[in-house]
């Protein structure tokens, strides 16, 4: 009996004591990671020389409202954020739940680095239940530039804010393009970035430019399917399974998707490219009308089927620009067919004049919509290291409601850009000390780059 009883004191005391040395902090850790901090490491050069590949760095989740478990609410900010802040935010070019479903799919956990878990509640070919979307929803880290009301243009890579060109931005603007183009990264035109109440006719803009309020719409909306419908006739009649010939694709970064599309369907092999080249080949309606439509493309296949505990799903996203390349495309044509309307009457009458039209509408939750009135204030981002940033000038205003953090210090910085140290092999472990940018640990975010 007394052995009994020591057994359990025992038992109690082994009890007591995790809970005091692992569970408690466990959970006041998954506090303060929920409603205070967040961790993020830089992965690219776009924040350059502000940020540095390798920086590991904390923001603040309360400054901007830390989010309310289980919600898509967020308690009271203290501030919002500013021009020149360095602010982490949700990417508003892919979706926030698998298979664009809200309905469908619950958040489980962000389990930081793994990634985040989702329940499906109606899972497809015998799949399992729990979703894993390792890659996303992704959290990007750039400078807030413009707030609502304020009116943003690039031109040959300079950018401007309400009329007047602002080269003396926290961290300068690095400029490093030999060259420039047409493609948003050098030349955006003069646009007013909308205010808290302000209502948009949608009917009233071009594809390039709903495609952008699309993505402000499904920010603000995140349980509601918001699509772009886009459709194409020819003389009238629908035309869906058109296919475009000699189609020209400017070769720039935002058009990764078409281009590899045109290539696919030239078959050619071996071809060099470079930025500024133009290439042509044979694209059909369908590549627009289809990525368009949700804006993003599985990279998994939804129809394939996983014996293991979860499935897993990752998103590429669609670049805007493209409509903008269709637009053009169409253009051209209409005005090939007025060239031919104004030749000689007696070559008119043995050449077919068609007519080109894109239609296109919102659909809000099935439902095509014409006006949009804007919930919150929205914000325009842009990296420090802006020609090779992909920000607001591609995928458009970042919406309140995906504003995570406001970058904070860095708490650690390791270069390995020569790849000379390994985790994996310990006979590199020596030059740990070496690759630590000792000097940068510690520096509070928006202290660098002032003058």
């Known amino acids: 009996m007394e052995q009994t009883e020591k057994n359990q004191s025992f038992i109690v005391r082994f009890a007591k004591g995790a809970l005091r040395e692992i569970l408690v902090p466990v959970a006041l850790a998954l506090v303060v990671i929920q409603y205070v ?28 409202g830390s989010p309310i478990p289980f919600t898509d609410d967020k308690f009271p ?37 793994l990634g985040n878990f989702y329940w499906d509640s109606a899972p497809e070919n015998g799949n399992p239940r729990i979703v894993h979307y390792a890659d996303g929803p992704k959290d990007f880290i750039k400078r807030c530039v413009a707030l609502s009301g304020d009116t943003v243009e690039m031109r040959a890579g300079r950018f401007y804010l309400n009329g007047k060109e602002m080269s003396d931005l926290p961290g300068y603007g690095k400029n490093t393009a030999l060259t420039r183009s047409f493609s948003p990264r050098d030349h955006l035109p003069a646009f007013r970035l909308p205010m808290p109440g302000d209502t948009l006719n949608l009917d009233s803009l071009s594809l390039y430019e709903l495609w952008r309020i699309r993505s402000l719409i499904v920010q603000e909306n995140p349980d509601v399917r918001v699509e772009l419908d886009l459709r194409m006739t020819i003389n009238g009649y629908p035309a869906p399974d058109f296919v475009f010939e000699d189609f020209r694709v400017p070769v720039e ?20 490219l470079h930025q500024g080249d133009t290439i042509t080949g044979n694209i059909p309606f369908s590549f627009f009308s289809s990525l368009s439509r949700t804006g993003f493309l599985p990279m998994v296949d939804p129809n394939l089927r996983f014996d293991s505990w979860k499935r897993p799903v990752s998103y590429m996203n669609f670049e805007g620009t493209q409509l903008q390349d269709l637009e053009n495309h169409i253009q051209a044509l209409n005005k090939a067919a007025i060239s031919i309307d104004s030749a000689d009457t007696t070559v008119v009458d043995s050449l077919q004049k068609d007519s080109y039209k894109l239609e296109y509408k919102i659909l809000f939750d099935g439902s095509p919509i014409h006006e949009y009135i804007v919930q919150a204030p929205v914000y325009f981002m842009m990296g420090d290291n802006r020609d090779n940033s992909a920000d607001s000038r591609y995928w458009g205003v970042v919406a309140s409601r995906n504003i995570k953090a406001k970058a904070f210090v860095i708490y650690f910085s390791f270069e390995n850009a020569d790849n000379t140290f390994a985790l994996g092999k310990p006979y590199t472990w020596w030059r740990i000390p070496f690759k630590i940018r000792w000097s940068r640990l510690g520096k509070v975010i928006h202290l660098i780059g002032e003058k």
Do not use: C, W
């Open 253 to 272: 970064s935002d058009r990764g998707l078409l281009i590899n599309a045109v290539l696919a369907n030239r078959q050619a092999v071996g071809i060099s």
């Open 37 to 64: 901090i967040q961790a993020f490491q830089i992965p690219s050069g776009s924040m350059e020389d502000t940020l540095l590949v390798g920086d590991f760095l904390l923001g603040l989740k309360f400054v901007y």
């Open 77 to 113: 900010a203290l501030v919002t954020p500013e021009r020149g802040d360095v602010v982490i935010f949700r990417y508003p070019g892919e979706p926030e739940y698998p298979d664009y479903d809200s309905k469908r799919y619950t958040h489980l956990v962000n389990a930081l680095m």
